[in-house]
């Protein structure tokens, strides 16, 4: 049983367009989620996060949406670069001070020059 | 700070055969995990660990015992190798425990069993 979901194997985009990378979830007890960018033969690493009493947190390019009754979250890039291209991975932890990470399988990102 | 680093990068083992994947951290985080990545399945959690001597199961923990005598380090022993663990390990670490920690990852290291 799948708790996060990415719908999306992969995505492609243009350079300079908008990038949007879909995370559903189904643990209502989730409280906290986190995007992950990886490179190939690279770990892991953070790229944004945020917290269920927020819907907006914005770094940068990237920004991530939460709509907590739809269960959604959602990341977008603006404007995406080649070097954006990338698996992104979305991640949910909750329940308190359940620190424990689930993740979604990832979707890989091409941003084309 | 070197942040997470693991040992080996790269490992074939026979099946059978005994290892351990090193991971540490000079950050003095207090959380530390391992997690396992396989093509299509995301990252799914073995063990964890909150604290020097304190260990925990995660999601798919058969096949791998651990342990935490220091704050720095937190090995992973394969006790009997099988195909089926053939996949990338990946080391993390937290500053604290609380489920708003962001978790650092180490570079990983890909182990194939023969």
């Known amino acids: 049983d799948q708790q996060v979901k990415q719908n999306s194997p992969s995505l492609s985009v243009q350079e300079g367009r908008i990038s949007i990378l879909n995370c559903d979830y189904t643990n209502s007890m989730f409280d906290y989620f986190l995007w992950y960018k990886k490179y190939p033969a690279e770990g892991p690493t953070f790229l944004i996060s945020?917290?269920?009493?927020?819907d907006k947190n914005e770094d940068g390019r990237f920004t991530v949406f939460l709509n907590k009754s739809a269960k959604h979250l959602s990341l977008h890039i603006v404007p995406s670069q080649p070097g954006d291209s990338a698996v992104y991975f979305c991640a949910a932890s909750g329940g308190g001070s359940n620190y424990k990470l689930t993740f979604g399988k990832g979707t890989l990102l091409t941003v084309n020059p | 700070n070197a942040g997470v680093t693991q040992t080996p990068k790269f490992q074939v083992l026979k099946t059978g055969q005994s290892m351990t994947l090193q991971c540490a951290q000079d950050?003095?985080?207090?959380?530390m995990s391992w997690y396992r990545q396989d093509p299509g399945m995301g990252l799914r959690l073995i063990h964890y660990?909150?604290?020097?001597?304190?260990?925990d199961q995660g999601e798919v923990p058969n096949g791998y015992n651990v342990s935490r005598s220091t704050t720095e380090d937190f090995p992973l022993r394969l006790l009997s190798a099988a195909p089926s663990q053939t996949s990338v390990y990946f080391c993390?670490?937290?500053?604290?425990?609380?489920?708003?920690?962001?978790?650092?990852f180490g570079p990983g290291t890909r182990l194939l069993v023969l």
């Open positions: 660990s909150v604290g020097a001597g304190i260990t």
């Open positions: 945020i917290s269920s009493i927020k």
């Open positions: 950050m003095n985080h207090e959380y």
């Open positions: 993390a670490s937290s500053y604290g425990v609380a489920n708003q920690e962001t978790q650092y």
